[in-house]
T-cell receptor, first 112, second 113 residues
Framework: GQQLNQSPQSMFIQEGEDVSMNCTSS?????WLWYKQEPGEGPVLLIA?????ELTSNGRLTAQFGITRKDSFLNISASIPSDVGIYFC????????????FGQGTRLTINP | DTGVSQDPRHKITKRGQNVTFRCDPI?????LYWYRQTLGQGPEFLTY????????KSRLLSDRFSAERPKGSFSTLEIQRTEQGDSAMYLC???????????FGPGTRLLVL
């Protein structure tokens, strides 16, 4: 089945540093979404990408939809303590349910 | 609050018991999805509804699982004869047909002893 490979699995950074994470797939996706999840809660949508090559920002977050439609990255600039959590990429295809296929997540830990 | 809501937030049950979870989607959303998330993993698709019709089920959804959305609004997910392997976070998401952005509820965390 379709799989998304997300890296890194975890990151330990200092407050104020920039963060970069990415997702790759062997399959083409027509939409890429980035979510953040905190302990005991559901994923919260951060950014949605709809077109190959699209670069979208949401505050300190920037994400891009790869030209091949098989990858995406998320950058966080000037990290702050509330950025701590698990970040997931997810993609959908054109067929059927348009269900989300998720990566394994990147756990972000910030040292103040 | 007009977001997706789920009830209960936590459920502890003994192996062999039946459990039922409820999801209330965002009111104007006609598509509703159920996902399961185990520790350290991303959510995995279980099933989805468009209005009241259940249109797709994952192979993860064994015969012990059943989902309904009788009036096209809220949905229930029932697990019969629970097993320890059913312990997970069960997430509900909703969206409008033709839109890819799904909005998630807070989840129901199930622990089967």
């Amino acid at each position: 089945g379709q799989q998304l490979n997300q890296s890194p699995q975890s990151m330990f950074i200092q407050e104020g540093e920039d963060v970069s994470m990415n997702c790759t797939s062997s399959s083409i996706f027509n939409t890429w979404l980035w979510y953040k999840q905190e302990p005991g809660e559901g994923p919260v949508l951060l950014i949605a990408l709809y077109k190959a090559g699209e670069l979208t920002s949401n505050g300190r977050l920037t994400a891009q939809f790869g030209i091949t439609r098989k990858d995406s990255f998320l950058n966080i600039s000037a990290s702050i303590p509330s950025d701590v959590g698990i970040y997931f990429c997810a993609g959908t295809t054109y067929q059927g349910a348009q269900k989300l296929v998720f990566g394994q997540g990147t756990r972000l830990t910030i040292n103040p | 609050d007009t977001g997706v809501s789920q009830d209960p937030r936590h459920k502890i049950t003994k192996r062999g018991q039946n459990v039922t979870f409820r999801c209330d989607p965002i009111s104007e959303h006609n598509r509703l999805y159920w996902y399961r998330q185990t520790l350290g993993q991303g959510p995995e698709f279980l099933t989805y509804f468009q209005n009241e019709a259940q249109l797709e089920k994952s192979r993860l959804l064994s015969d012990r699982f059943s989902a309904e959305r009788p009036k096209g609004s809220f949905s229930t997910l029932e697990i019969q004869r629970t097993e320890q392997g059913d312990s997970a976070m069960y997430l509900c998401a909703s969206t409008l047909s033709g839109q890819e952005t799904q909005y998630f509820g807070p989840g129901t965390r199930l622990l089967v002893l």
